[in-house]
């Protein structure tokens, strides 16, 4: 089947005041910036990166399909007469005009999301719930930067009902101009905690970044935020400051307007009471966490503000499931049974790695099972570091976890606060404690794996996976 056309080079041209090269075509059917995986009939935008730039391989993606490549001018003379090129004078600034020429065309109804934590398993939530009733756009993966967010608008089909776009930040002043791009009807801030304190001055400053979100919402737009928050009210009075007409509150507090009622955690799921704008609903949530019923009041709020199916929405809670590094869960086969690995590898701070505790805590296990943390340095905190890591054995007590490893000299903090029962294993790096970790599983464990991306905590969850094949679990 012949994919759709997503934009017509004349439109794409004069988005970007493009001059034209070579037999370009009619149209393109996606856009890319990777040249291995770029698709028969996408555009290639040779993106600058820290590490590559991507003009260095134009020539690939037109090798593999690509209908066209977008290049900068300083680049033109590499190139002869005849590859199909859109040349701009900066391919970025090229992507943000396109991407403000998509939002420009789009009627779709558009949901922002940031916060400290859960910012893409609460897209992906909203992604299930607006699918099941419309054709849906959501940012791929954690698309949530300076190049991410204008690739992922400039994406948006112009027959998508419903846009979700994930907005990140790890300094003050990156959400204003991307949420001016996206321009949503709704913002969710998800929560906001004591993550990337090396480059601010405390959690109210991390608060007030997030609040940049708000410059962007449309007139008559909303604000969801967690009433359960410490920066709720910061939030809220910037929000009010900011001309939002609506702020809709959701946690447990009992002004809520998206308020939990009560929740039944299970291992791989939650059951959830809530009020939502009013109107009482009951259901199940396919993945296990109060964290992740929490947030489900966002998302629930959110479909409602923009007018979708409150009892669709929350049916289609039911079969969410999470994202790779986010709580996947596998059944790895020893010989004398089995383990249950809970995959948090793809990133981790404070509050995280607590909610992952949390999860930990819920699993099930054999008679003689343990539930094993294996945990990674949780980076970018400032000179609190160490304190933080630290902090950890609060959660890992309450969770009754039974077993630690440790990897990377900030996690050294919580491998001496430890209690010796308590100590699985250290090494330095994730490769030195692999054979640690590997050694340690019995039949019936339960073990959990989270780290910052640079702790490079998947390395032992791709050990693990290769050692004892499995299946996915998510059967209930």
């Known amino acids: 089947m012949t994919a759709q056309p997503l934009w017509t080079v004349a439109a794409m041209a004069d988005a970007m005041q493009a001059v034209r090269g070579g037999a370009l075509p009619d149209v393109i059917t996606g856009i890319s910036i990777d040249s291995r995986t770029v698709a028969p009939g996408e555009a290639y935008f040779a993106i600058k990166g820290d590490l590559h730039d991507g003009h260095d391989f134009v020539e690939a993606a037109l090798k593999n399909g690509a209908g066209l490549a977008v290049i900068a001018q300083s680049h ?70 300076h190049w991410g967010v204008p690739l992922s608008l400039a994406r948006c089909p112009v027959s998508a009902q419903y846009a979700i776009f994930e907005i990140g930040m790890n300094h003050a002043g990156e959400i204003e101009p ?8 709704v913002a969710i801030i998800t929560t906001v905690e004591p993550v990337h304190l090396e480059f601010f001055s405390g959690i109210e400053a991390i608060a007030d970044a997030k609040a940049e ?43 809520a307007e998206a308020r939990l009622i009560d929740v039944a955690l299970h291992p791989i799921c939650s059951a959830v ?99 094993i943390a294996v945990l990674g340095d949780m980076l970018e905190l400032g000179a609190g570091g160490p304190d933080l890591h630290r902090g950890l054995v609060a959660p890992i007590d309450a969770n009754k976890i ?34 640690q970790v590997v050694a340690a599983l019995g039949a019936g464990d339960a073990i959990m794996i989270k780290g910052s991306l640079g702790s490079r905590m998947k390395t032992i969850v791709t050990a693990l996976e290769k050692r004892f094949p499995g299946k996915a679990s998510f059967d209930d």
């Not at 991307?178 to 009807?185: F, G």
């Open 76 to 145: 033109r003379a590499k190139f002869d007469a005849d590859p199909p090129l859109l040349v701009v004078p900066d391919v970025l600034s090229g992507l943000v005009d396109l991407a403000r020429a998509s939002r420009a065309r789009s009627q779709a109804h558009i949901v922002a999301v940031t916060g400290s934590v859960g910012k893409t398993s609460t897209k992906e939530a909203l992604r299930s719930v607006f699918s099941a009733q419309g054709e849906t756009h959501a940012s791929v993966a954690s698309f949530n930067n």
């Open 178 to 185: 991307l949420v001016k791009l996206v321009r949503p009807h």
């Open 213 to 255: 979100i708000f410059s962007g919402i449309e007139p008559g737009g909303a604000a969801v935020l967690n009433a359960d928050n410490s920066q709720f009210a910061r939030l809220a009075a910037q929000a009010e400051r900011a001309g939002v007409s609506r702020v809709v509150p959701f946690g447990a507090d009992k002004a």
């Open 273 to 371: 009471h809530a009020n939502i704008l009013g109107h009482d609903v009951t259901y199940k949530i396919g993945v296990p966490g109060r964290h992740m019923a929490m947030n489900s009041l966002a998302v629930l709020a959110a479909a409602s503000l923009v007018g979708a199916d409150l009892a669709l929405s929350a049916l289609a809670l039911s079969q969410f499931k999470p994202a790779a590094g986010r709580g996947v869960r596998q059944l790895l086969e020893l010989d004398h049974g089995i383990v249950t690995l809970i995959d948090e590898s793809y990133n981790a701070n404070p509050a995280s790695m607590a909610a992952a505790l949390n999860v930990l805590g819920q699993a099930e296990i054999g008679p003689r099972g343990r539930r």
């Open 402 to 435: 039974d077993t630690v490893f440790c990897c990377g000299p900030l996690m050294r903090s919580l491998w001496d606060a430890l209690p010796s029962p308590r100590r699985g294993g250290y090494a330095e790096t994730s490769a030195a404690l692999e054979s």
